[in-house]
């Protein structure tokens, strides 16, 4: 496990040190991105063993039963669907990562053009991408981060409404079709309520950060944007 995040670590990581474009915030985002991949990695340890850690007062020839309680208790998808999240997180990202690419060989097609002495003119290495010349540059940004607010936002709505209800505190009765009526619990749930809110709270900061800089774009760029045609300028 811990081989497989450090794993995943690296990439992001490289990814927002090594660049050839960069915009506004953008090592926050990736580094929001990294402490995610952190924090879900740690909150899911007491995860790994669910099935285990849910018992029912069941003798040994009713373990359907119990299974069957489970499988009412825990109806909705938990670890899977924060995967599945965290990856809409990192696509939202890699969003504004694309669309700079693609700035980036726009610019560098432009300027290959012979200069006076027959030399072609390069494009420096490291560009910041002027969210003042291009409205369009603006408004695909915002994009990028309210993608981010919504993805942020359902998880916190998955985490609440959906895993934290099965952490009930004691024994709970358990009723299903053509099985006696048992009492089960879930073991170690205040670890698992403890990294429920762990998430919840790392998406809040996220949710936090990203509105403020949307509003902040909005008011800085998108209602003072020029109306000038260069898009990236050299650092």
Not at 153 to 175: D, H, I, R
Request: charged share 15%.
């Amino acid at each position: 496990m811990a081989a497989a995040i450090v794993t995943g670590l690296i990439p992001i990581l490289r990814t927002a040190v090594d660049t050839t474009t960069t915009y506004k915030a953008r090592t926050l985002w990736f580094g929001f991105v990294a402490v995610r991949l952190v924090v879900l990695f740690v909150t899911e340890l007491p995860w790994f063993k669910l099935d285990t850690d849910f018992g029912c007062n069941a003798t040994a020839r009713d373990t359907l039963c119990t299974r069957a309680c489970f499988n009412e208790h825990f109806d909705r998808p938990g670890v899977v669907a924060w995967n599945f999240l965290f990856i809409l997180v990192l696509l939202s990202v890699l969003l504004m990562e694309l669309f700079s690419a693609h700035l980036r060989a726009s610019a560098r097609k432009s300027a290959r053009q012979k200069g006076p002495d027959g030399q072609a003119v390069e494009v420096q290495e490291l560009m910041m991408l002027d969210l003042h010349a291009s409205k369009t540059t603006v408004l695909f940004y915002l994009l990028s981060v309210a993608l981010r607010i919504a993805v942020e936002a359902s998880f916190v709505y998955v985490l609440l409404q959906w895993n934290l209800p099965t952490m009930e505190e004691g024994p709970f009765k358990c009723e299903v079709a053509d099985c006696p009526t048992q009492m089960c619990v879930v073991r170690a749930a205040p670890e698992k309520r403890m990294s429920i809110f762990a998430l919840v709270s790392i998406s809040c900061l996220v949710i936090a950060a990203s509105c403020l800089f949307f509003l902040y774009s909005v008011m800085h760029y998108l209602c003072n944007c020029g109306g000038g045609s260069k898009r990236a300028s050299a650092l």
